[in-house]
């Protein structure tokens, strides 16, 4: 009987890291068949998630972000680009007025802008930005983030309330070596499986939070 109960507690183990494993995989799969994606619907507005910036310069990632809204606007995809992000400890510019100042000085109308100063992770940003937008009776949005980013900000946006789709950036450190798009596939991996888990953000690299 022991031996009996010992066999089937080992394949139910057995069973249970089988299941852990495929979903993971299947979890990573989907983050990288997302990323190769790009929907480009007529929307509300043009949504580019923050990421660090420098004394009101944008990183290299926050700048293939904004360069990326750039192009959507000008085929016409929304009226409007929406910027997100709050102030770190010290930093005198938010992410979302940084994002803005960029955009004017490449030549993207004032009336065309909108700074939303607030959020420090994806799910907060999100959720300020969904606010924001039915605050002006929009709803549809399109997403411009790093391509591994892509299915877990698209996800956070429409639990929001928004309807969302997403175009990621194909440029910038996110995309650069195989090596990089590997190590952002595993932490986006776990990061969506938690949010999808528990409710809740993780604040980290970016593109991670």
Same mark, same amino acid.
């Given at each position: 009987?022991?031996?009996?109960?010992?066999?089937?507690?080992?394949?139910?183990?057995?069973?249970?890291?089988?299941?852990?494993?495929?979903?993971?995989?299947?979890?990573?799969?989907?983050?990288?068949?997302?990323?190769?994606?790009?929907?480009?619907?007529?929307?509300?507005?043009?949504?580019?998630?923050?990421?660090?910036?420098?004394?009101?310069?944008? +990183?290299?990632?926050?700048?293939?972000?904004?360069?990326?809204?750039?192009?959507?606007?000008?085929?016409?995809?929304?009226?409007?680009?929406?910027?997100?992000?709050?102030?770190?400890?010290?930093? %005198?510019?938010?992410?979302?007025?940084?994002?803005?100042?960029?955009?004017? %000085?490449?030549?993207?109308?004032?009336?065309?802008?909108?700074?939303?100063?607030?959020?420090?992770?994806?799910?907060?940003?999100?959720?300020?930005?969904?606010?924001?937008?039915?605050?002006?009776?929009?709803?549809?949005?399109?997403?411009?983030?790093?391509?591994?980013?892509?299915?877990?900000?698209?996800?956070?946006?429409?639990?929001?309330?928004?309807?969302?789709?997403? +175009?990621?950036?194909?440029?910038?450190?996110?995309?650069?070596?195989?090596?990089? %798009?590997?190590?952002?596939?595993?932490?986006?991996?776990?990061?969506?499986?938690?949010?999808?888990?528990?409710?809740? +953000?993780?604040?980290?690299?970016?593109?991670?939070?």
């Amino acid at each position: 009987m022991g031996v009996r109960i010992g066999n089937l507690l080992n394949r139910v183990a057995g069973a249970a890291v089988l299941a852990l494993v495929l979903l993971i995989t299947s979890t990573g799969l989907a983050i990288w068949w997302n990323a190769r994606q790009d929907s480009r619907p007529v929307s509300d507005a043009i949504v580019v998630l923050g990421s660090a910036q420098y004394n009101g310069v944008p +990183s290299s990632i926050f700048e293939a972000r904004l360069e990326h809204a750039i192009a959507l606007y000008e085929q016409g995809v929304a009226p409007v680009i929406v910027t997100v992000g709050g102030r770190a400890a010290g930093d %005198q510019f938010t992410e979302a007025v940084a994002g803005r100042e960029y955009l004017a %000085q490449a030549g993207i109308p004032e009336e065309a802008l909108l700074a939303v100063e607030e959020g420090v992770d994806t799910l907060q940003s999100m959720r300020v930005v969904a606010a924001a937008l039915a605050e002006r009776g929009w709803n549809t949005a399109v997403v411009v983030t790093d391509p591994w980013h892509a299915m877990r900000a698209e996800r956070m946006a429409e639990d929001s309330g928004i309807e969302a789709e997403s +175009s990621p950036t194909r440029q910038g450190p996110a995309v650069q070596t195989r090596a990089t %798009q590997f190590r952002y596939i595993l932490r986006e991996t776990a990061a969506y499986l938690l949010y999808r888990a528990t409710g809740e +953000s993780v604040a980290g690299a970016p593109g991670i939070g």
